[in-house]
């Protein structure tokens, strides 16, 4: 990867597999000749966020470049109104975010996902209105939203399947969605995962298929690469979280995100064979 730059997008487990790549490459340690590069993509924290769309570390080195870029639903996001911070935001289900159609040049491996946002909670809170051909949606298959999510990673897909013509040296991954291992409840109804014993329920992945069908079905007859990584996690239910994150909620448990070291580092094994 010297004088490469590989960037991951997409949500938070998206994140943590970025987070997993650079605990690897660094060994854990604090580097000093990695340097903050975030400003050439213009992921700077605007005033009053919690932290920025993403981050983008180099290390010198080797001139080798790890980014990762906030969107949870691969979709671009523009608020209605720009103006108000209470606006509704529209949502583009067939276009790109406009963070990949500016900076794709200057990717060599791009590492994608999406899944967990797409339910009416996410889209409510977030105050996302479907859009398509730039104007509100009026189709009523897209009320279910799995329809939507269908729709909006095939046309992602075609997309960068498109680009990679004229990209030539860029090789790009859709990751599998990263299995929940919730019993009894959800995250916000008392669902658990307290399982402490890895492979309780076998060691061993048999079938040829990906249990994303959705994105196995997308990348098919493409030249984006598939990253299945669903079924060998679906293993390890007593990965996760759990109980134990840094400001743990009483009573709240995370079985959606993973303990680093862990999983990710598998996802990332598998990744860099593939490269």
């Known amino acids: 990867m010297r004088n490469k730059t590989i960037a991951f997008v997409g949500d938070s487990l998206g994140r943590q597999q970025f987070q997993s790549m650079m605990c690897m490459v660094s060994g854990g340690e604090h580097i ?6 975030a400003r050439e993509y213009g992921l700077v924290k605007p005033r009053g966020a919690k932290r920025p769309d993403g981050w983008v570390y180099r290390f010198t080195k080797t001139n080798t470049t790890i980014l990762y870029y906030w969107s949870a639903s691969l979709s671009d996001l523009v608020p209605i109104n720009s ?9 583009h289900l067939d276009r790109p975010p406009a963070f990949l159609r500016r900076y794709l040049h200057r990717f060599d491996v791009l590492v994608l996902n999406t899944g967990h946002h797409w339910n009416r909670g996410k889209f409510e809170g977030n105050r996302w209105v479907m ?18 999510k269908n729709f909006t990673v095939h046309s992602f897909v075609r997309w960068l399947d498109s680009q ?10 859709f990751r599998t969605i990263s299995p929940r291992h919730y019993r009894n409840g959800d995250w916000n109804t008392g669902g658990t995962c307290n399982n402490t014993i890895p492979l309780t329920n076998g060691s061993e992945v048999l079938q040829d298929g990906s249990n994303d069908k959705v994105v196995e079905s997308a990348v098919r007859g493409t030249k984006v690469k598939l990253l299945d990584i669903t079924a060998i996690s679906e293993l390890r239910d007593e990965a996760h979280m759990s109980g134990y994150s840094i400001r743990p909620t009483q009573s709240v448990n995370d079985c959606l995100h993973w303990c680093l070291p862990g999983i990710p580092d598998t996802w990332n094994e598998i990744l860099i064979a593939q490269i």
């Open 32 to 37: 000093i000749y990695v340097e903050d590069a």
């Open 83 to 91: 103006a108000d911070k209470a606006s509704d935001v529209a949502m």
């Open 131 to 148: 859009h398509v051909n730039g104007k509100p949606n009026e189709n009523k298959e897209f009320e279910d939203i799995r329809n939507a």
């Open 164 to 173: 990679l013509t004229s990209h030539p040296r860029l090789k790009a991954f």
